[in-house]
């Protein structure tokens, strides 16, 4: 009886369901702005047609996805079909209150999706004013008030009025971290990008509260841990405790896990392929098993063996990684493999609206109707993030005409690329100021334009450059630059005035390798003070000169700012074309970094030699000559080492120093804020080619020393103490350093 009562059930729902009426007019009801055909085009309504329930919820659901009305009602009663709709009132103008700033205000409009001239969506409004507050909480403004007003005009139209109260930032007053047994708290804090509150970070936005700070935090935190081999790592909580002052205090959770060392690398490669063409890829295998694993480590395997692929010309290639944990180890296995015959049908690029389309194209290493490989694809975004120009790059790939075809769309967010910045520094050696102003995409070109001033006590210096990073879009660079410096000098018995202006083109010759070539041309004019020696004052008189210059670049380091491990080498040359008094001038700069102990111990190598020999019988002039700052060789004083005319330093024709360093961040407890390097340098300046009575002493100077970097409550602060073993009697010398600056 049940099983019957089921069954007689389901056919009567079902036939209800599919009862259907033929419809031979139809009605439309309520509508004002919106005309009859366009509804019955949005709806797919039509005459002569069966119309079941699902047919009405279809239409239900087409009229609804248009967002032009509030309610909908359809109804079929006797061959006719009814639509009554009540449309959304218009939106007569969207007035921002309360914000005082154009660029904000500009900003708020752009993110909300109710706009002036469109209909009035309340959904679509209380997530505009979530994306406010969101933005507001971005800046560090997390207890900001945005509540919307409605201003009637008519029954159909009114103004919305948008008021804002953004109320007191919220700063951060402290940041911990809870469970970092590896890595001390000290180095975590220089890793994240939030920073506690001082009053000497004047212009950083970083001490304000955000929780996309906070997001940005525990992405650099994963990135950190696992870059050292703590491939388990875990951020679990990241907590603000906001107090009535609107203090912040942070609070880090880490999990760190076990520290994984590659045990093996390997490579599944396709049959289609030749293996001899991935052999040299073994070699790259070798340097990396032993080490403690590291994602960036398996990019750097990924990217030899896209250089391999390009330089094969090998199509349609694609790979994969497998990461395998046995123990305390990881063994890798690169996956390369055919993929399937795909061309780009078309790429498009959305949200550039300062920068132009051009300067993203000419990042691309791929172009409409080319193979399309990931590879190509996330390299061309990597080269397009590296050009600085905006905050987010990401591209998707939806299917294109047929079935062979992509379409790649290229999203970017542009962010602000004009900076404004000043230092001041003081020391032993005197004070200092530089102020800078600078657009790196200026005209929405991608193009860099700088305004430098720098004085100290002895020169002022101006500069003007122009820098584009992508020249005509063929891969290289090219620079401009114009400057004036006044030196005066009396402790070198000399003063002088150079104009220049110089022109350089850099470019990738190899991996890891730059080239650079330019042309200079400057004028000189050099004068010797009344307590000059005689041979000095012969050195006096305007010069004139027109010299190239080129230059390689070899750089393997970590990152260039603070790195831990890896190395640089730079190599250059100077020869003038045209000359009052020519010469040849040659640079060789070499430094190596090495981390022990996760990261509490840095070693440092740094080699610097430079050398000016002047051609036939021409002599290299004062400015000309070589010297060696107080940095390259501590415990001596700035370009007082070496050749002496009289009382008067005037440099020489070689200048070189070796330093070695240890640094040891985490030697402190880390309340001190304080790190510290013991160092060891040799160094020397020598040769002159214009008298022979003069001064010099070709004997090594070195000295050693322990030297402190203390962020104060003032800013940034640096100790040298310094202990010459090695001296002439002709060098000034100086046992203590310390030097003070931030920015503002």
Not at 251 to 259: A, D, H, M, V, W
Not at 428 to 450: C, Q, R
Request: zero cysteines; a neutral charge.
């Amino acid at each position: 009886m049940h099983k019957n009562f089921l069954i007689i059930s389901f056919f009567f729902f079902f036939f209800l369901s599919v009862k259907a009426e033929i419809v031979n007019e139809i009605k439309i009801k309520g509508n004002k702005r919106i005309s009859e055909e366009t509804i019955k085009i949005y709806g797919n309504i039509e005459t002569k047609k069966n119309y079941t329930e699902r047919d009405i919820d279809l239409i239900l659901k087409d009229l609804n996805s248009t967002n032009f009305f509030e309610n909908i009602e359809i109804k079929v009663e006797r061959n006719i079909l009814t639509v009554e709709v009540v449309e959304h009132p218009i939106i007569n103008q969207l007035v921002i209150v309360g914000e005082k700033s154009n660029r904000y205000v500009e900003q708020i409009k752009k993110i909300m999706n109710v706009k002036s001239k469109r209909p009035y969506i309340k959904s679509l409004l209380a997530k505009d004013i979530n994306n406010i507050k969101n933005l507001y909480s971005s800046i560090g403004f997390n207890s900001a008030k945005v509540v919307s007003k409605i201003k009637k005009i008519d029954n159909d139209t009114f103004d919305l009025l948008i008021e804002i109260e953004r109320g007191t930032k919220t700063k951060i007053e402290s940041i911990k971290f809870v469970g970092n047994q590896k890595i001390k708290s000290r180095r975590l804090r220089e890793i994240i990008a939030s920073e506690e509150d001082k009053f000497f970070k004047i212009i950083t936005r970083n001490t304000n509260f955000s929780e996309n700070l906070v997001r940005l935090d525990t992405r650099l935190l994963t990135n950190y841990y696992k870059s050292l081999g703590f491939y388990d790592i875990k951020i679990n909580s990241n907590l603000a405790e906001i107090s009535n002052q609107n203090k912040a205090n942070l609070i880090y959770s880490i999990e760190e896990g076990k520290r994984y060392i590659i045990s093996k690398i390997k490579t599944n490669l396709d049959e289609v392929f030749d293996k001899k063409i991935f052999f040299p890829i073994n070699k790259v295998y070798k340097k990396y098993i032993g080490e403690y694993y590291s994602p960036f480590k398996v990019k750097k395997i990924l990217d030899e063996i896209d250089t391999v692929i390009e330089n094969n010309r090998l199509q349609f290639v694609e790979h994969s990684v497998e990461e395998i944990i046995e123990g305390d180890t990881i063994s890798i296995v690169f996956n390369i493999f055919e993929g399937n015959k795909i061309l780009v049908e078309r790429i498009n690029i959305i949200g550039n609206s300062v920068t132009n389309e051009d300067v993203i194209r000419g990042e691309l290493k791929v172009d409409e109707g080319d193979p399309f490989t990931k590879v190509n694809f996330d390299r061309s975004i990597a080269d397009i993030r590296s050009r600085n120009l905006f905050k987010k790059v990401d591209y998707k790939v939806s299917n294109g005409s047929k079935n062979d075809l992509r379409i790649v769309d290229i999203t970017v967010e542009e962010k602000a690329t004009g900076e404004i910045s000043a230092g001041a520094g003081v020391g032993t050696d005197g004070g200092s100021f530089a102020f800078n102003i600078k657009e790196n995409n200026w005209l929405g070109e991608g193009k860099a334009v700088a305004f430098d001033v720098e004085v100290d006590q002895e020169s002022l210096t101006g500069t003007f450059s122009y820098h584009d990073p992508n020249y005509n879009y063929l891969g290289n660079s090219i620079f401009y630059s114009v400057s004036s410096e006044d030196n005066d000098k009396p402790d070198q018995g000399y003063e002088n005035t150079i104009l220049s202006a110089r022109v350089a083109t850099a470019f990738e010759q190899y991996k890891d390798v730059d080239a650079n070539i330019g042309l200079s041309v400057s004028y000189d004019d050099l004068r010797t003070l009344d307590t000059a020696s005689d041979a000095l004052k012969k050195q006096s008189g305007s010069f004139e000169e027109i010299a190239g210059d080129y230059g390689f670049t070899y750089d393997r380091r970590n990152r260039s700012f603070n790195p831990t491990s890896g190395s640089i080498v730079r190599l250059g040359q100077t020869i003038p074309i045209i000359a009052d008094k020519s010469y040849v001038s040659n640079l060789l700069a070499i430094s190596n970094y090495k981390s022990f102990n996760n990261e509490n111990v840095i070693g440092a190598s740094k080699l610097y030699i430079s050398t000016i020999d002047g051609l036939g019988s021409d002599e290299v002039r004062l400015s000309k000559r070589k010297g060696l700052s107080s940095s390259r060789l501590r415990g001596f004083k700035k370009n007082k080492v070496g050749p002496k005319d009289g009382t008067d330093h005037i440099g020489g024709n070689y200048a070189a120093a070796l330093n070695l360093e240890t640094k040891l961040p985490n030697l402190l407890p880390e309340d001190t804020n304080t790190d510290i390097t013991l160092f060891l340098d040799f160094g020397n300046v020598w040769g002159v080619d214009y008298d022979s009575s003069i001064n010099e002493s070709n004997k090594i100077r070195s000295s050693t020393g322990v030297s402190a970097g203390f962020m104060s409550p003032i800013g940034p602060m640096s100790f040298t103490f310094s202990k010459n073993i090695l001296k002439a009697e002709t060098d000034e010398t100086e046992s203590f350093n310390f030097n003070l600056g931030t920015t503002f």
